[in-house]
């Protein structure tokens, strides 16, 4: 019996030690972790989105009408009084626009005629580059009787100065300001816009004003 035992015990023995072996073999084998040295998590992939571009919105035909006439509308400068004369010196043979207010977007509710020796229109106030007509004279046919807006350019005044040479062009509405430039007398200039009596025009490129009295709208003629 003892012969059959020794080898069986030997046998359970090693086979025991075997299975600890494997049972210790696979704790250590098991990942082991602590609150104060935790395993770094493993490192995920990620994709940085896309940004995702909205294409520019194209207004409609109408919004975009709305807003050109409400950037019509605005005006450019104050309405300011005027009192000064001027005649025309459009050489449109349909006639000079008048318009309902001051700006090519806004209707034509008249013409006027241009013919020798001028329409003469008397200006009651100033925006900008355009000008109040209050009164019309002038003209056997005129075609506007009223108010209205023209635009300024499109009028025009003469020199006096007869006795002095010329008169001055002022760059302010104000004697006291410099003066830029001289106009010989019964000299044409174009009318650029206005403040009180004051008139803004334009002689051979120069920009500046003219003084009250200092002006003729007597297009054939002098105001001597």
């Known amino acids: 019996m003892k012969y059959i035992l020794f080898p069986t015990n030997a046998l359970a023995i090693r086979f025991s030690a075997c ?10 084998n098991q990942p082991t972790s602590t609150s104060n040295n935790p395993s770094p998590a493993p490192a995920i992939a990620t994709s940085s989105p896309t940004a995702q571009v909205s294409p520019a919105q194209t207004p409609s035909p109408e919004a975009a009408s709305k807003a050109a006439s409400k950037l019509a509308v605005a005006p450019s400068a104050p309405n300011v009084p005027c009192e000064f004369s001027a005649y025309v010196i ?21 013409k ?15 925006q900008g580059e355009w000008v109040q007509i209050a009164k019309v004279d002038g003209g056997n046919n005129s075609k506007f ?3 209205g807006w023209v635009y300024a350019s499109l009028l025009g ?17 104000d004697k006291n300001s410099k003066t830029l430039s001289k106009v010989p007398p019964a000299t044409p200039v174009k009318l650029l816009g206005g403040s009180g009596q004051w008139m803004q025009v334009e002689y051979q490129g120069v920009r500046g004003w003219l003084a009250p009295g200092d002006d003729c709208s007597l297009r054939e003629t002098s105001c001597s």
């Open 19 to 28: 299975i600890v072996a494997l049972l210790a073999s696979s704790c250590t």
């Open 90 to 110: 459009d050489k449109d043979p349909n006639g000079l626009n008048v318009r309902s207010g001051p700006g090519s977007n806004h209707p034509v509710i008249g």
């Open 112 to 126: 006027l005629d241009n013919p020798d020796p001028g329409v003469v229109v008397e200006i009651a106030a100033c």
């Open 145 to 147: 009787q009223g108010k």
């Open 157 to 173: 005044t003469s020199t006096r100065g007869y006795e002095t040479q010329g008169v001055f062009l002022y760059t302010k509405a």
